[in-house]
């Protein structure tokens, strides 16, 4: 039984996104005119950017309890995976993907509701969970990465 009900958990996303912001007020202000909010990574979390198509074959590859927050611009079909900030050269070998460097800024929408065609497809939960770079490098390298054992994937 789901102890955190959908929409407390939706809040609790969002509630820590916020914890990641330089300036939350200034966030929330741009996200009640609905503009996306500046997120510069390192700090809290590094980016990985990939093709939606692909995300979503790493999506069905990946446990959704081994999955962190990943967030998609559906109409230039890109995803961003966030990863843990001390994020090394895990996905090096990983052709389908483009780490982005440390100050980059990620444009994200509340995590209640998309805006400007950015939602949320795997949301934050408010746990600060974040995806294992081995586990996002077996699921989107050559043919679905190198073959892990099955309980590497929960």
Partial sequence: MDLHPAPYV????????????????????????????????GGHWMVAETALTHAMDALKRISADRRG???????????????PPTLGDELDDVHTITVRPR???LRCPPVLYPVRGRVWIERPDGTGRLTDPVLLGAA???????????????
């Fill in 10 to 41: 939706r809040q609790a996303g969002q509630d820590w996104l916020l914890s990641c912001a330089d300036s939350p007020a200034e966030i929330r202000t741009l996200w009640d005119a609905e503009e996306l909010g500046a997120f510069p990574i």
């Fill in 69 to 83: 927050p990943v967030l998609s611009d559906v109409p230039r079909g890109i995803a961003w995976w966030l990863l």
């Fill in 103 to 105: 100050g980059w800024v």
């Fill in 140 to 154: 989107l390298g050559p043919g679905g990465g190198p073959r892990l054992p099955a309980e590497a994937f929960g």
